[in-house]
């Protein structure tokens, strides 16, 4: 059997060194944790030394494991200028492939590629929505240059810089009696039927507004929550269910619908992060976009 390398099997290797968790890592590379294991196992035999040790509560990187992280990293990182260098022709006029996140609706979202472009004439962007967690996935594949992203979202290896956070409202009927309240408290929509998101949309942040309902006693009637948000907030106008949304929702304005502020929405504050390549394939990329996004009266991201 040979005994070279190669980079798919360093990517495997790096995805399980840096989760050490064969589960997190089959998460991130969007495949099932048998074939993976197969495949690192393959690699330890190919190498003829064990590169994790393995048990029951936790996965741990040998000696060697440790020794042959950083150049599955530089290879990583030399694949990538690779294939930057190679775009570079079509990139020159000025091609960047932008992630969105559909998670919020920030005002200075809107018409982003535009100051973009005009801050670099003749630079084409092209923008692509998705949901926090797969962009992450595409700009680890090379498949973008940057992305913003919701947060918090597991981002290992991603350069992230938070650039604005916005408190988490209520959306309900209007003919709700909570709806004639200026400001409301979680604690108050314990029983109602609430939309919420499935937690394999955005895991981290699934996990933390978890946390803060119990923390405040909230015990909702869940509803699956439709991916569109135009057709969530029809099914809350209709009468269906509450809500909670990130703050800059509120500019989607329908009839039927109130918008409310909760007391504890900075605690379900989500945050607006710029995800980039570590290192980016352009050196001054995170400065500009930062720049081009900046939320407006701000003097800093």
Same mark, same amino acid.
């Given at each position: 059997?040979?005994?070279?390398?190669?980079?798919?099997?360093?990517?495997?290797?790096?995805?399980?060194?840096?989760?050490?968790?064969?589960?997190?890592?089959? +998460?991130?590379?969007?495949?099932?944790?048998?074939?993976?294991?197969?495949?690192?196992?393959?690699? +330890?035999?190919?190498?003829?030394?064990?590169?994790?040790?393995?048990?029951?509560?936790?996965?741990?990187?040998?000696?060697?494991?440790?020794?042959?992280?950083?150049?599955?990293?530089?290879?990583?990182?030399?694949?990538?200028?690779?294939?930057?260098?190679?775009?570079?022709?079509?990139?020159?006029?000025?091609?960047?492939?932008?992630?969105?996140?559909?998670?919020? +609706?920030?005002? $200075?979202?809107?018409?982003?590629?535009?100051?973009?472009?005009?801050?670099?004439?003749?630079?084409?962007?092209?923008?692509?929505?998705?949901?926090?967690?797969?962009?992450?996935?595409?700009?680890?594949?090379?498949?973008l240059d940057a992305a913003f992203i919701a947060l918090p979202t597991e981002a290992r290896g991603?350069?992230?810089?938070?650039?604005?956070?916005?408190?988490?409202?209520?959306?309900?009927?209007?003919?709700?009696?909570?709806?004639?309240?200026?400001?409301?408290?979680?604690?108050?929509?314990?029983?109602?039927?609430?939309? $919420?998101? +499935?937690?394999?949309?955005?895991?981290?942040?699934?996990?933390?507004?978890?946390?803060?309902?119990?923390?405040?006693?909230?015990?909702?009637?869940?509803?699956?929550?439709?991916?569109?948000?135009?057709?969530?907030?029809?099914?809350?106008?209709?009468?269906?269910?509450?809500?909670?949304?990130?703050?800059?929702?509120?500019?989607?304005?329908?009839?039927?619908?109130?918008?409310?502020?909760?007391?504890?929405?900075?605690?379900?504050?989500?945050?607006?992060?710029?995800?980039?390549?570590?290192?980016?394939? $352009?050196?001054?990329?995170?400065?500009?976009?930062?720049?081009?996004?900046?939320?407006?009266?701000?003097?800093?991201?």
């Amino acid at each position: 059997m040979s005994r070279r390398l190669d980079s798919r099997s360093l990517q495997l290797f790096r995805a399980v060194a840096e989760a050490l968790s064969f589960r997190q890592a089959a +998460e991130v590379l969007h495949m099932s944790q048998p074939p993976l294991s197969r495949a690192i196992r393959a690699l +330890e035999d190919r190498l003829g030394v064990r590169l994790f040790e393995r048990s029951t509560q936790a996965v741990s990187l040998t000696e060697a494991g440790r020794r042959l992280l950083p150049y599955a990293r530089r290879v990583d990182r030399l694949l990538l200028a690779a294939q930057e260098a190679v775009a570079r022709p079509a990139h020159q006029g000025g091609s960047l492939r932008l992630g969105m996140t559909t998670a919020v +609706e920030p005002a $200075w979202f809107h018409g982003l590629a535009e100051r973009l472009q005009a801050a670099r004439p003749g630079m084409a962007v092209r923008v692509f929505p998705d949901t926090s967690p797969r962009l992450v996935r595409q700009l680890r594949r090379g498949m973008l240059d940057a992305a913003f992203i919701a947060l918090p979202t597991e981002a290992r290896g991603l350069d992230v810089l938070e650039l604005d956070r916005l408190p988490m409202m209520a959306a309900l009927p209007a003919s709700h009696p909570l709806a004639r309240r200026r400001v409301l408290r979680l604690a108050e929509l314990d029983g109602q039927p609430l939309f $919420w998101f +499935e937690r394999a949309r955005q895991p981290a942040f699934h996990d933390r507004c978890m946390v803060v309902f119990a923390r405040h006693g909230l015990s909702p009637a869940m509803l699956r929550e439709p991916a569109d948000h135009h057709v969530l907030l029809s099914e809350v106008a209709q009468g269906r269910g509450m809500a909670l949304l990130p703050a800059s929702f509120a500019s989607l304005r329908r009839a039927g619908i109130r918008y409310r502020p909760l007391r504890e929405g900075d605690e379900l504050g989500v945050g607006i992060g710029l995800a980039t390549p570590q290192p980016p394939l $352009w050196p001054d990329l995170q400065a500009a976009l930062a720049g081009a996004a900046r939320p407006p009266g701000s003097d800093g991201p």
